[in-house]
Every structure is written in C-alpha cells, then in structure tokens.
Nanobody, 120 residues
Framework: QVQLQESGPGLVKPSQTLSLTCTVS??????????WSWIRQPPGKGLEWMGAIGYSGSTYYSPSLKSRTSISRDTSKNQFTLQLSSVTPEDTAVYFC????????????WGQGTQVTVSS
C-alpha cells in the first residue's frame, strides 16, 4: 500500500518561502515511470497542479508558478519537497502530494493534504 504524507508549517508570513515535505512509504520515489506531484486547492476553488519530480529526478512546473516554485527530493529518506517563494495570501490553500504513472492522466495515490495559511 502506497502512502504519502505531507508535513510542514501551517502558517507562513507574506513574502516568505513556503516549504513542504512529502514522505512516501510503500514505494520508492525512484521507481521507473512514476511522477510525484504537488497540487493545491485554494478555498472555494478547484485543484491546481503546481509541479512534479520524476523518477529520474527531472522536474516539471506549472508555467504560472514556475518562477516561484522549486521541487527537490531526498532519495535516502524517500521524500520530495516543495518550496514556494514570495508567498501572498493568495497562496493560502490545502496542499497535496500525489503520485501519477507515466502515460496515465489520473493520480492514483494522494496524501491527506495539509492546510497552509499565508498571513501576517
């Protein structure tokens, strides 16, 4: 059973960098053909894909967030991390990590999500 768990601060001040970690169990983040994504949902809005890191370590970002987003991984801990810089209250959202297999459009495993609020 694959499990993903998000962790990080629930409150971030404007202009600071939001940093979240997704810890994966039941699968390796280096397993061929799998991509590990960050997705968020602002209050009252739909899901927004932010970016992903692939099994080879390649990264992919949403064009709208690319200038502020960085995704990295620690294979020794089987974790991948999101950093979002220069946050504003509009970055307040529930943040999810999720897995998707290459060639498939759906995410098959999700974390439970973590609420991040941007406020002074």
């Amino acid at each position: 059973q694959v499990q993903l768990q998000e962790s990080g601060p629930g409150l971030v001040k404007p202009s600071q960098t939001l940093s979240l970690t997704c810890t994966v169990s039941g699968d390796s983040i280096t397993t061929n053909y799998y991509y590990w994504s960050w997705i968020r949902q602002p209050p009252g809005k739909g899901l927004e894909w932010m970016g992903a890191i692939g099994y080879s370590g390649s990264t992919y970002y949403s064009p709208s967030l690319k200038s502020r987003t960085s995704i990295s991984r620690d294979t020794s801990k089987n974790q991948f991390t999101l950093q979002l810089s220069s946050v504003t209250p509009e970055d307040t959202a529930v943040y999810f990590c999720a897995r998707r297999r290459e060639g498939y459009s759906l995410f098959d495993y999700w974390g439970q999500g973590t609420q991040v609020t941007v406020s002074s």
